[in-house]
C-alpha cells in the first residue's frame, strides 16, 4: 500500500513531502557515492596530490599539478636528489614536490643549446647520466616495472616472485654504488640502452657538491651563507650561487674545501688523473696486491707488468674504481686532479660553440653573465619539454600504474588467487545446502522445539565474530585442521540468521504444492530439491551473496587458522601490501578488490528483485 494515494500525491502538502523525500534520497545516495569516487580518484594519484580530496584528479586538468607528479617519479620522490638536480640561484628552496611552482622562463636560445648539448650524451661516460623513474619509495616506478617484466621474460624458469626485484637509485656520484650485477645485470644493461632519452637525467656534481657537502657543514638559511662567506672570504648570497670548479680554485679555503670533497666524498668515475700520477698508482697497487698475477684475477685484465696498470675506464669493476678511490685518499694534495661531469662540458660546449665571446653569448641567450660557468643548465625547463612531448603517455602511466603495481603484487603471491576462489566456492556451495536443509527441517515438521532452536540460533548474532574465533581456532588445532581448507569452511557453514531468513522465506510457501507431491509419492529430498529450492531462487541468491562476502572479505580469521603463507587469501595478501605501499596503491587495490564483491551482487540483484519486489508490487 502506498504512502500517499494518487489524489494526495497532486496535493501542494502531498507534493512538498514527495519533494522532500527524495531530497533526503538524494542526499543519502551522494553520502555513499562521494567515498567511492573519493577512492577511485585516489587509486590514480601518487604521493604529491593524494592529500587533495578531489574526485577528478586534478593533474587531468591542470599542467602544474601533472609537471609535479613527473618531477617527483623522474627523481624518486627524493627531494634531496631532485634540488642536486635543478640547482640554480634563481630559484627558492622548496621542501616537497608539492610545493614545487613554475620555474623561471628560459630563452629559446638557451633551451636550442641545451637540446643540442644533450644530443651529444650518447657518446657520454655511462655514470654521466642518470636513470630517472626508477625508483619510488612504497611504490614501484615505470622503469621498474618494465625491468621486472623484462626479467620475466628473460627467466621464465624462475618464479615471478624471485623476479620482482626493486632498483635503487642510480647514485653515480656516491663511492661504492654499482649497478646490477650478474644476470639480472646484463638485462638491466640492455633495458637501460633501449629507452628513450626522456628516462635519463644529467648526473649533477656542483648540486651535488652543494647538497651533500657544504650543507652538512654549514647548515640551511641566511646564517649558513653567513659562515661560509666569513670562511671564504667571499660574498655568495646563497649557497647555490657558490660553483664547484672543475681544477682545485685559488682560494685557499675553498680549495681545501674542494680536495676534501673530491678526495673524500664524491666517486672518482667524475675525477681525471693526469699521466704523471700513473706511476704512483701503479706503485699503490703493487704495495697492495703483491703479485700482478691477484690483481689480474680480481681486474679481470692481463697486465705484464705494474706500470701496466692504468686508471679505470667505462667497463671496469667496480673495485678498480674503489682502488683509486683509496689511492686518491692517499694523495696529499690535488695536483694533477680534474673533474670531468656534465655541468664543466657544458660550460665547454658553450665556449666552442660562442667561441669564447661572452658578449655573443650574452645577445644569444638575452642574459647578462659573468663568465661562461654561471650559464645554468635548464634542467626543468628541459623536463617540462619533455613532459609536454610525451604527456599522453605519461598521463596513461599515472592512470595505470597502481593498479599494474597491485596485479603483478597479487598474481606473484603464493596462491592467494587460487585460495581465494576455492575458498569462496566452498563457502557458498555450503552455505546453499547445510543452512536450507536446516530451515527446510524446522519449517517442513514444525518440531516442538523449533521456537528454542530458532532462539538460540537468533542468539549468535548477539556476539561479534572476533568472539569466536579463538574457541574455533581451539577446536579446529584438536581436530588437526589448521593450514586447510576446511578450517577456513566449517566454521560458518550454518548461520543462524541465514537458517531464520531461509525457514521464515519456506513457511509461506503455499502447503498445497507440498500435499499435491505426498499425494504423488514424492520424497522429502525430492520435494526438497525439485519444489522448495526452485521457488527459493531469490532468498537463495541473498545467502549465497552473504557467504561470498563473508569468505572473499575474510582477513583476521583465514590468517588465524590458515597461518602458512601457501594457504593465505587475497584479503592476507592485500593486508601485506597496505603495509609496504602507499596510500595510492592501497586505494588501487581497494578498488580491485571490490570488483568480484560488484559482479556477484550485479548477478544476484535481478534474482533478489524478481524473486522479492515484483511479488510485493503485485
Known amino acids: 500500500m502506498p504512502i500517499l494515494g494518487s489524489i494526495q500525491r497532486k496535493s501542494p502538502n502531498g507534493r512538498l513531502i514527495l519533494a522532500g523525500m527524495y531530497f533526503f534520497l538524494t542526499i543519502g545516495s551522494i553520502s555513499m557515492i562521494y567515498p567511492v569516487l573519493l577512492m577511485l580518484s585516489g587509486s590514480v594519484k601518487s604521493d604529491v596530490d593524494i592529500r587533495r580530496f578531489d574526485v577528478f584528479p586534478q593533474y587531468l586538468r591542470d599542467e602544474k599539478m601533472l609537471f609535479r607528479k613527473f618531477e617527483e617519479q623522474r627523481y624518486g620522490g627524493q627531494m634531496e636528489v631532485f634540488l642536486a638536480g635543478t640547482m640554480d640561484q634563481k630559484k627558492s628552496p622548496i621542501y616537497s614536490f608539492e610545493a614545487l611552482s613554475e620555474e623561471e622562463a628560459v630563452s629559446p636560445s638557451l ?30 616506478p615505470e622503469v621498474t616495472y618494465l625491468y621486472q617484466q623484462a626479467l620475466m621474460n628473460s627467466f621464465p624458469t624462475l618464479s615471478k616472485k624471485e623476479l620482482m626485484v626493486m632498483l635503487k637509485p642510480e647514485n653515480w656520484q656516491e663511492r661504492g654504488y654499482q649497478s646490477p650485477q650478474g644476470p639480472f645485470g646484463l638485462v638491466y644493461t640492455q633495458l637501460r640502452e633501449s629507452l628513450e632519452p626522456r628516462y635519463f637525467r644529467p648526473t649533477p656534481i656542483n648540486g651535488h657538491f652543494i647538497v651533500n657537502y657544504l650543507t652538512p657543514h654549514f647548515g640551511v638559511g641566511e646564517d649558513a651563507i653567513q659562515k661560509l662567506n666569513q670562511s671564504w672570504g ?77 686508471f ?41 660553440k660562442y667561441g669564447s665571446d661572452l658578449g655573443k653569448l650574452k645577445i644569444s641567450h638575452g642574459q647578462v653573465y659573468s663568465g661562461f660557468q654561471e650559464v645554468p643548465m635548464p634542467i626543468m625547463a628541459y623536463d617540462r619539454m619533455l613532459m609536454n612531448e610525451n604527456k599522453r603517455a605519461i598521463v596513461c602511466d599515472f592512470m595505470t600504474r597502481n593498479y599494474k603495481i597491485v596485479w603483478n603484487y597479487i598474481s606473484v603471491q603464493g596462491r592467494a588467487l587460487q585460495n581465494t576462489i576455492i575458498f569462496c566456492v566452498l563457502s557458498v556451495l555450503t552455505a546453499l545446502i ?30 561479534p565474530a572476533e568472539v569466536t574465533q579463538i574457541p574455533s581456532f581451539l577446536l579446529l588445532r584438536e581436530f588437526g585442521l589448521l593450514n586447510t581448507f576446511a578450517a577456513l569452511v566449517l566454521p560458518a557453514a550454518a548461520n543462524g540468521y541465514a537458517i531464520f531468513l531461509l525457514k521464515g522465506f519456506f513457511d509461506s510457501l503455499p502447503k498445497e504444492l507440498y500435499e499435491s507431491a505426498n499425494l504423488d509419492g514424492a520424497s522429502e529430498l525430492r520435494i526438497f530439491f525439485t519444489i522448495t529450492l526452485p521457488l527459493s531462487q531469490p532468498i537463495l541468491a541473498v545467502v549465497a551473496l552473504g557467504a561470498f562476502t563473508a569468505s572473499y572479505g575474510a582477513f583476521m580469521f583465514a590468517l588465524l587458522v590458515c597461518q602458512k603463507e601457501s594457504m593465505w587469501t587475497l584479503m592476507v595478501y592485500i593486508y601485506q601490501l597496505q603495509q609496504n605501499f602507499s596510500t595510492p596503491i592501497v586505494f588501487a587495490s581497494l578498488v580491485l578488490a571490490a570488483i568480484p564483491t560488484l559482479l556477484v551482487f550485479v548477478f544476484c540483484q535481478n534474482i533478489i528483485m524478481r524473486g522479492v519486489v515484483v511479488p510485493v508490487e503485485k
Open 234 to 310: 667571499t660574498q655568495y648570497a646563497s649557497l647555490s650561487e657558490v660553483v664547484l670548479p672543475e681544477a682545485p680554485p685559488e682560494n685557499k679555503e675553498f680549495q681545501r674545501v674542494w680536495w676534501d670533497y673530491v678526495r673524500g666524498t664524491l666517486s672518482s668515475r667524475f675525477v681525471h688523473f693526469s699521466t704523471e700520477l700513473q706511476p704512483a698508482y701503479g706503485a699503490f697497487l703493487k704495495t697492495r696486491y703483491k703479485e700482478i698475477s691477484v690483481l689480474n684475477e680480481i681486474y679481470g685484465e692481463n697486465f705484464r707488468q705494474w706500470s701496466e696498470a692504468t
Open 312 to 352: 679505470p675506464g667505462l667497463h671496469s669493476r667496480l673495485v678498480a674504481y674503489s682502488d683509486l678511490d683509496r689511492f686518491m685518499e692517499s694523495l696529499p694534495a690535488p695536483q694533477g686532479l680534474t673533474l670531468d661531469a656534465p655541468e664543466f662540458r657544458w660550460k665547454r660546449f658553450l665556449v666552442e
Open 111 to 140: 633551451m636550442k643549446d641545451w637540446k643540442e648539448f644533450m644530443e651529444g650524451a650518447k657518446q657520454w661516460p655511462r655514470h654521466f647520466l642518470q636513470l630517472g623513474h626508477n625508483y619510488g619509495r612504497k611504490t614501484v
Open 434 to 463: 547445510v543452512n536450507p536443509l536446516a530451515a527446510y527441517a524446522l519449517s517442513r515438521f514444525q518440531p516442538q522445539w523449533g521456537y528454542k532452536a530458532l532462539f538460540l540460533l537468533m542468539a549468535t548474532m548477539a556476539f
